[in-house]
């Protein structure tokens, strides 16, 4: 019966809250459809009920996203910043409420991946929230902003790293990091991130899956050093990882643990057909 009570009111509060936000409102322009939310006078008109307030701002931009998701109209680069600094002040307003940090890390950023500026203000806010709210989930968002829409490999894969090793992370992110530094062609710190998981990990099939990850990197980084050999040799990029073999700079090209195929890429850089997937119906060890 308390809960009951406690809902309804909470229900009645939210409802003020909104009515007296919607004061606050500033008209928009004509050619914008988003208000942009001042958090200086939401402080001031509900001091004493910032959690309110920011729920109030948040209920808003759900509803305008969901009437925009189906196509009641389309927003600009303008007015999806409106839609992105919103968002910030529910979060000034609460820091830790997790609902809008989610809906600008899992949902925006394929929004405004086109709108400059956006990623780099969603981050801002997502670095702002790890302050206050424990949660893998808030880093794993702004690492794959970094490393996906933002094309920073390496800095993306650290923020992922650091994802990885809070309480409540799912194992397939120990797996993934590895991975994302060798793409970005940092196999040394893609070794040393795998040989630094296997030190932690108890799980003895997540074990399996890392040593198979380390063999299959520490073998790209020594055919990557091979190939930086020939290069610093012959001032040229070998036309194939094979030719190192013919020069005599590898006695044999090893096997990729994931059944794939060794190659180098452009920017002389060396990958796997595998991607460092399992190729079905392999059995490379």
Request: net charge positive; with cysteine.
């Amino acid at each position: 019966m308390f809960r009951l009570v406690a809902a309804v009111l909470l229900v009645v509060l939210s409802y003020f809250v909104m009515e007296r936000a919607e004061r606050f409102k500033p008209v928009p322009p004509a050619e914008l459809t988003v208000p942009l939310f001042s958090y200086e006078k939401l402080l001031l008109s509900f001091p004493t009920f910032k959690g309110a307030a920011a729920d109030a701002v948040y209920i808003y931009t759900s509803y305008l996203l969901g009437a925009e998701a189906v196509g009641k109209f389309s927003l600009s680069c303008k007015e999806w910043m409106r839609v992105v600094k919103n968002l910030e002040v529910a979060t000034r307003l609460d820091p830790r409420f997790f609902d809008p940090y989610y809906m600008l890390g899992a949902y925006l950023p394929w929004k405004v991946k086109g709108c400059k500026g956006a990623l780099e203000e969603i981050n801002g806010a997502l670095l702002r929230g790890e302050k206050f709210i424990d949660d893998w989930r808030i880093p794993f968002f702004i690492g794959f902003n970094y490393f996906y829409f933002q094309k920073e490999r390496a800095k993306g894969a650290a923020v992922l790293k650091r994802a990885a090793s809070m309480k409540g992370a799912p194992s397939y992110l120990k797996l993934l990091v590895p991975r994302l530094y060798a793409k970005s062609g940092r196999l040394e710190l893609a070794v040393a991130a795998t040989e630094e998981e296997l030190k932690r990990v108890k799980d003895e099939k997540l074990r399996k899956e890392l040593r198979r990850r380390l063999r299959a990197l520490e073998r790209m980084l020594l055919l990557q050093r091979a190939v930086d050999f020939y290069v610093s040799r012959f001032k040229s990029c070998p036309s194939s990882l094979e030719e190192l073999v013919r020069k005599g700079i590898l006695s044999s090209i090893p096997k990729d643990p994931y059944g794939g195929r060794f190659v180098i890429r452009e920017g002389c850089r060396v990958w796997t057909t595998s991607n460092l997937r399992p190729v079905k119906g392999s059995s490379r060890r």
